[in-house]
């Protein structure tokens, strides 16, 4: 096997690393997969790399440190070695898809995986070791972690968190048929509190609590003594700005967001993994889309989740939803759980104008006329706004003139038709749906 193929682009330090065990001779064999003589192999290739005796760490309910070792991975780290590979006749590469904005960077790369190397990071004498092993259902496989001294290790988690800090991304988890998935997206177009539009009272009080929640000094929870934990719940029309919020939170605070996708699969076992995870990262925000999704099967565990003494610690959460008909009224009608409710409602006339005025409309239309289309468009979301405001640019590029009442006449029309279901205009208007037969 070829160790450290074509790398493109990773500075992940390496020198054709050897393999920790072999499939070779007899004894070689006898020890493959096998646990400790496999453990007692990487603690004296690390006691020889160090200079000294190593120590086996166990991260408990969480995935933050291994979640920071892909990331050093994916960015190129420099402080990351490739020590060696585990076992020959297990995969030791892995190519992914470049998924930066930037053209230079575009295309696949491949890199060492996670699974089945040892990873080195030589500062803090701690090293990482994802070893694989036999299951009833085929490949498994065991997380290890080694340090020389505790200090080290504390250094070395420090060291990383500041690194992610500095550099934002949002976490995904979603719950998916094969379990809990986690992803660590980029934050490509920074969204400022200035780009969010809402009523600027709640805009007020939500960043107000923001803020507070995550001041070093925590001295306003310590005064009053209130509970260093913080839920609230964002409902309204799809399209008004509750995903803009979010994000923008996710670009000015400086702690770590998480962004959790309800599905059909989620369960109590994935319910628990989230909120572990959540408070090893703590303080941190953790949003939940559509919280009204919750499958029926679990909504009890995880209102007794939201009620543990120590279950949200240091969590900000942030659930949404477009449809509160559909909340549990449970959810918000006992203290500790969500502790209050902002309706982000459509935009009113004067919000409408400064969106449009925002998005660029006035490179195509005057001061009056934009008055105009903010009187007219009543009752549009800021999704469809930005949508007039595309149609606009487009009919501007291939017409070189705008005509606003057409647009937003097809637009309405084209809403009514949605709500309505009466899709066909030539006398054979029917609602769209499924025939059997």
Known sequence: MTHMTNMTNMRVKSAKPPFIVSGGGAREQSEYFNYIAVVRKITSFLTDRFGSEIQLYYQDDSHEA???LEEDLRRGYE?????????DLVETNVFVYNT????????????????NNLFIYMKHQVAFARVPRTTVNGLGYENLIFAASDEGMLSFLREMRERQLSDPKIIIFTDTRDGLEQERHKVTVEVSRSDV??????????????DEFFSKDRS???TYGIPYKRGILLYGKPGNGKTTLVKSISSTTNAPVAYWQI??????????????AAVQMAPMVLVIEDIDSMPESCRSYFLNILDGATSKEGIYLIGTT???ERIDPALMNRAGRFDRAYEVKSPNEGMRRDYLLYKGMSRFISDEALMHTARRTEGFTLAQLSELYASAALQMHYENEVNLEHLIAEMKS????????????DGQSKKLGFVLG
């Open 66 to 68: 291994w979640n920071g």
């Open 79 to 87: 402080g990351v070695e490739h020590a060696a590979s585990l076992f």
């Open 100 to 115: 930066d904005n930037d053209p230079k960077n575009s295309g696949y790369k491949i890199r060492p995986a996670v699974l």
């Open 197 to 210: 539009f809402m009523e600027e009272e709640l805009k007020t009080q939500i960043y107000r609590s923001i």
């Open 220 to 222: 306003f929870f310590q």
């Open 263 to 276: 599905t059909e699969y989620t369960s109590s076992g994935s319910i628990q993994e989230v909120f572990a």
């Open 322 to 324: 477009n449809y509160p």
């Open 414 to 425: 084209d809403y009514d038709k949605g709500r309505s279901r009466e899709w066909m205009t």
